[in-house]
C-alpha cells in the first residue's frame, strides 16, 4: 500500500498567558491570521485525505483555519499533544534544546513516549486518509520528536526544532524526504 504524503503543521503563534498553562494557550487574532494565511499557502494538491490535530486551543484553531480552507473536518487527537513538561518561562528554549540532545529534564515527558504517541497518531490519520494527503496540526517538540524517530539519526531535532516559525508546514513524502511545504514566512 502506497503511503500518502503527510504535511507536518506546528501550530501558528498563541498568546503566551504565564498564569495559564501553555497546554491552554489561544490563538489571538494575528494568531488566527497566520493560520488562514498558511492555510492558503499549504501544497497540498488535490485535497486532503485526512486532518487531525492536537487538542490543544492553539493547535486546534490553526487546524480549523485549514479545515475551513479545504473544506474538511478535523479530528481531535489527544496523542498529538505538545511534549509534556513544566513551563519554564525565560528558560525555557534553553531546556528544550537540552531536551531535543536527549537529557532529561526533571518532569519532561520521556522522547520515547512523544514519538510512540504521535506516530500512532500519524499512523491511524494515514489508515484513515483513502490514500489521499494527510495533514497534522501539532506542536514544535513532538514534531521534532516524532520526525527524530521516523527519520532516524541523520535528522537533527534540535536544529528543525529551532527553524521552526510560527505557523509552519512541512512536507514528507513516501520515501521519507522532509521539505518545507511552503515558502518560508514571517515569525512571531
Partial sequence: MDVPPITYVRHAMPVVAEAVPPSSWHLDDLGRSAARALADRLEIGAGIGALVS???PKALETAEAIAERWSIDVVEDPRLREAERPWVGIGYRAVAH??????QPEGWE?????????TAAVEDATATAGGGPVVVVSHGLALAVHLGDRLGTDFD???F??????????????????HRSLPRGPTR
Avoid at 537540552?98 to 537529557?103: A, E, F, H, I, V
Avoid at 520521556?110 to 504521535?118: G, L, N
Avoid at 505557523?167 to 513516501?174: R, Y
Fill in 54 to 56: 492536537s487538542t490543544e
Fill in 157 to 159: 531535532r534540535e536544529s
Fill in 98 to 103: 537540552r531536551y531535543l540532545r536527549g537529557d
Fill in 110 to 118: 520521556p522522547q520515547a513516549e512523544v514519538a510512540e504517541r504521535v
Fill in 161 to 178: 526544532w529551532s527553524g521552526l516559525t510560527f505557523p509552519d508546514a512541512w512536507a514528507l513524502a513516501a520515501d521519507d524526504v522532509l
